[in-house]
T-cell receptor, first 113, second 109 residues
Framework: NAGVTQTPKFQVLKTGQSMTLQCAQDMNHEYMSWYRQDPGMGLRLIHYSVGAGITDQGEVPNGYNVSRSTTEDFPLRLLSAAPSQTSVYFC????????????FGQGTRLTVV | AQRVTQPEKLLSVFKGAPVELKCNYSYSGSPELFWYVQYSRQRLQLLLRHISRESIKGFTADLNKGETSFHLKKPFAQEEDSAMYYCALSPLNGNKLVFGAGTILRVKS
């Protein structure tokens, strides 16, 4: 029962570096999304996808790219890391049917120095 | 605009005391409301949702459309209820979740 798997769990980047946060799910869910969690601000939606080949921006997309080449994978790319991107990142998936339970990964704690 | 407000950052209660975590929302249509919980060192998980009208781990939440609220309640708090609680909404038949800032619940013995 893997569910939603995120890698890495922890990462430290230098300003200007790029990296990809990996997210994979084995539940055949159509809908996948990325959130960032910051103190006092809750979880904010970065990007989401309703199926392979379809992505769209959420509330805070700047500085991030996504792609969805398969149903299972939804990587999040930081193009040029900035200290403001220091956060905990969560990937989630759910069926495309509305109002169903969202399943979350364990999170990636990213620090940009 | 869609917005979820959780006015309390921290709620501290004694074991056996009643608990009420407040959640207010603004949304132009009829949203679906959820409560998600994150226990220490565990991933975020669904606690309950309005559409199911169920009680999970003794928690209930009633949707008050007049006051646009979806407060989470439990009559007798237990130490294992200590966690971060997030209220969230999504459009009816939609998937995008909008979260509140979260409330840390601490249950003291």
């Amino acid at each position: 029962n893997a569910g939603v798997t995120q890698t890495p769990k922890f990462q430290v980047l230098k300003t200007g570096q790029s990296m990809t946060l990996q997210c994979a799910q084995d539940m055949n869910h159509e809908y996948m999304s990325w959130y960032r969690q910051d103190p006092g601000m809750g979880l904010r939606l970065i990007h989401y996808s309703v199926g392979a080949g379809i992505t769209d921006q959420g509330e805070v997309p700047n500085g991030y790219n996504v792609s969805r080449s398969t149903t299972e994978d939804f990587p999040l790319r930081l193009l040029s890391a900035a200290p403001s991107q220091t956060s905990v990142y969560f990937c989630a998936s759910s069926t495309r049917q509305g109002n169903t339970e969202a399943f979350f990964g364990q999170g990636t704690r990213l620090t940009v120095v | 605009a869609q917005r979820v407000t959780q006015p309390e950052k921290l709620l501290s209660v004694f074991k056996g005391a009643p608990v009420e975590l407040k959640c207010n929302y603004s949304y132009s249509g009829s949203p679906e409301l959820f409560w998600y919980v994150q226990y220490s060192r565990q991933r975020l998980q669904l606690l309950l949702r309005h559409i199911s009208r169920e009680s999970i781990k003794g928690f209930t939440a009633d949707l008050n459309k007049g006051e646009t609220s979806f407060h989470l309640k439990k009559p007798f708090a237990q130490e294992e209820d200590s966690a971060m609680y997030y209220c969230a909404l999504s459009p009816l038949n939609g998937n995008k979740l909008v979260f509140g800032a979260g409330t840390i619940l601490r249950v003291k013995s």
